[in-house]
């Protein structure tokens, strides 16, 4: 029985594995594109958090928005505002509102539709007499039950995982997609993990927090470190993209989702896939709700890369540029890893010694000890070599990163010097876009 047991999920694996392949191209097209998720934090202008709902007049003023509500039946709870070929959605918590920009040829063109995108946000939140922060977390609100927008998922998410689920009701990430091929997928899932210490240590914009200066210079990712295992830098790397599949079902999936009703489970999803079979909806719901630094998007052919912070309002551009240009020359980055550290570079020794940088950097930012002499150095090279391959005039996008380099400052340090001087009222004047 054991053995039926074990080949009929070996079975459902693979069947789940090829169709899974089948949603990425054999290989990535040219150029690699990229898209963005942006999150921002709303508030008023003494820090308090703000609700996204406010916005949605201001958005949908001049008449050519297509909303969509979470309970389209009743439609009482908005979820997402379309328009002028951007997305603003209100996330976990009820003042943090995301702008989703689809994928663009390069960093150039990226910059031309977020600049648009969030000048429209901007006067939106104006407007109804609040702020958008280029920030990571809300500065002086709390997280707590009550900032949970009441979308009919996250009630349940929260009485499955707990205190451990609040965090995203404040932080605020800069989520960056970026083409990737079939051939490539899980190579650059391990080589974007395993490099989420640097990245971290790069962008980290969210030290004030709950109002008070924090223990984290990157606070988001420290406070999320209650969801254990789920978020973060996998345990492990993956073999291959089989394996990743067998990983992720042997998680617990704390949620089912049928059709518009979402109910506790608590159990490995392979429990789940034993009684009904390989079902690719329930895997993908479930994936979506492991929140590691890389992770593959079957539904948009792209990988995620999602450790850094909300950019401040003078760099907003540095963590999407950097994160297209690590995938752009992960190859190169892999072998940086592997000539640093010895050995290689997915070997068990290489990826706790990254595990535990990326815990430094997530306190102490850029002023973490790196791996190895000039790490964050190196990697800023190799990243400047993958966007100039490309010819696209993107490299001037990492000068910012450059600076925090060589000054040892990061955006998480000018907020904590704002908030010192002046409260919140002060940090929110210093990241208000």
Request: glycine share 8%; charged share 25%; net charge positive.
């Given at each position: 029985?054991?053995?039926?047991?074990?080949?009929?999920?070996?079975?459902?694996?693979?069947?789940?594995?090829?169709?899974?392949?089948?949603?990425?191209?054999?290989?990535?097209?040219?150029?690699?594109?990229?898209?963005?998720?942006?999150?921002?934090?709303?508030?008023?202008?003494?820090?308090?958090a703000a609700p996204v709902v406010r916005l949605w007049d201001g958005l949908r003023a001049d008449g050519t928005a297509r909303v969509r509500y979470d309970d389209p039946d009743r439609r009482t709870v908005i979820e997402r505002v379309d328009v002028g070929g951007a997305g603003y959605e209100v996330e976990v918590g009820r003042a943090t509102v995301e702008v989703v920009l689809p994928p663009v040829d390069d960093l150039?063109?990226?910059?031309?539709?977020?600049?648009?995108?969030?000048?429209?946000?901007?006067?939106?939140?104006?407007?109804?007499?609040?702020?958008?922060?280029?920030?990571?977390?809300?500065?002086?609100?709390?997280?707590?039950?009550?900032?949970?927008?009441?979308?009919?998922?996250?009630?349940?998410?929260?009485?499955?995982?707990?205190?451990?689920?609040?965090?995203?009701?404040?932080?605020?990430?800069?989520?960056?997609?970026?083409?990737?091929?079939?051939?490539?997928?899980?190579?650059?899932?391990?080589?974007?993990?395993?490099?989420?210490?640097?990245?971290?240590?790069?962008?980290?914009?969210?030290?004030?927090?709950?109002?008070?200066?924090?223990?984290?210079?990157?606070?988001?990712?420290?406070?999320?470190?209650?969801?254990?295992?789920?978020?973060?830098?996998?345990?492990?790397?993956?073999?291959?993209?089989?394996?990743?599949?067998?990983?992720?079902?042997?998680?617990?999936?704390?949620?089912?989702?049928?059709?518009?009703?979402?109910?506790?489970?608590?159990?490995?999803?392979?429990?789940?896939?034993?009684?009904?079979?390989?079902?690719?909806?329930?895997?993908?719901?479930?994936?979506?709700?492991?929140?590691?630094?890389?992770?593959?998007?079957?539904?948009?052919?792209?990988?995620?890369?999602?450790?850094?912070?909300?950019?401040?309002?003078?760099?907003?551009?540095?963590?999407?540029?950097?994160?297209?240009?690590?995938?752009?020359?992960?190859?190169?980055?892999?072998?940086?890893?592997?000539?640093?550290?010895?050995?290689?570079?997915?070997?068990?020794?290489?990826?706790?010694?990254?595990?535990?940088?990326?815990?430094?950097?997530?306190?102490?930012?850029?002023?973490?000890?790196?791996?190895?002499?000039?790490?964050?150095?190196?990697?800023?090279?190799?990243?400047?070599?993958?966007?100039?391959?490309?010819?696209?005039?993107?490299?001037?996008?990492?000068?910012?990163?450059?600076?925090?380099?060589?000054t040892r400052r990061l955006p998480a340090d000018d907020v904590v010097t704002a908030f010192r001087r002046g409260g919140a009222a002060a940090l929110v004047a210093a990241r208000a876009l």
């Open positions: 029985m054991v053995a039926t047991s074990a080949r009929r999920f070996q079975a459902t694996v693979e069947d789940l594995t090829a169709r899974l392949a089948q949603r990425f191209p054999p290989r990535v097209g040219r150029p690699r594109r990229v898209g963005r998720e942006a999150e921002f934090p709303l508030v008023w202008p003494d820090g308090r150039q063109a990226l910059a031309r539709v977020s600049a648009s995108a969030v000048g429209r946000l901007v006067q939106a939140a104006t407007a109804a007499g609040l702020r958008v922060l280029g920030y990571g977390i809300q500065p002086r609100t709390q997280a707590r039950a009550g900032l949970i927008t009441p979308k009919g998922r996250y009630a349940v998410f929260y009485r499955s995982l707990g205190r451990p689920w609040l965090p995203f009701t404040t932080t605020a990430s800069d989520q960056v997609h970026v083409d990737v091929g079939r051939d490539e997928v899980i190579g650059v899932v391990n080589v974007l993990n395993l490099l989420s210490g640097a990245i971290i240590a790069l962008t980290a914009n969210s030290s004030v927090y709950a109002g008070r200066v924090g223990r984290f210079c990157s606070g988001r990712e420290g406070l999320l470190r209650g969801l254990g295992t789920r978020h973060g830098m996998p345990p492990r790397p993956f073999a291959d993209l089989e394996d990743y599949v067998r990983f992720v079902c042997q998680q617990p999936c704390h949620v089912l989702r049928r059709g518009r009703t979402y109910a506790p489970y608590g159990r490995p999803l392979a429990v789940y896939l034993q009684a009904r079979g390989p079902d690719l909806d329930a895997f993908l719901w479930h994936e979506h709700y492991l929140w590691y630094s890389a992770r593959p998007r079957a539904q948009h052919a792209t990988v995620e890369v999602r450790p850094a912070c909300q950019q401040p309002p003078d760099d907003p551009l540095a963590a999407a540029a950097l994160a297209l240009a690590l995938v752009e020359g992960w190859r190169e980055a892999q072998a940086l890893v592997a000539d640093a550290l010895g050995g290689d570079a997915l070997g068990r020794r290489a990826w706790q010694a990254m595990a535990a940088y990326r815990r430094a950097a997530i306190t102490h930012g850029i002023r973490a000890p790196e791996p190895a002499p000039r790490f964050l150095a190196r990697v800023l090279d190799v990243a400047a070599d993958a966007l100039r391959r490309r010819a696209r005039g993107e490299e001037h996008l990492l000068d910012g990163l450059r600076r925090r380099l060589e």
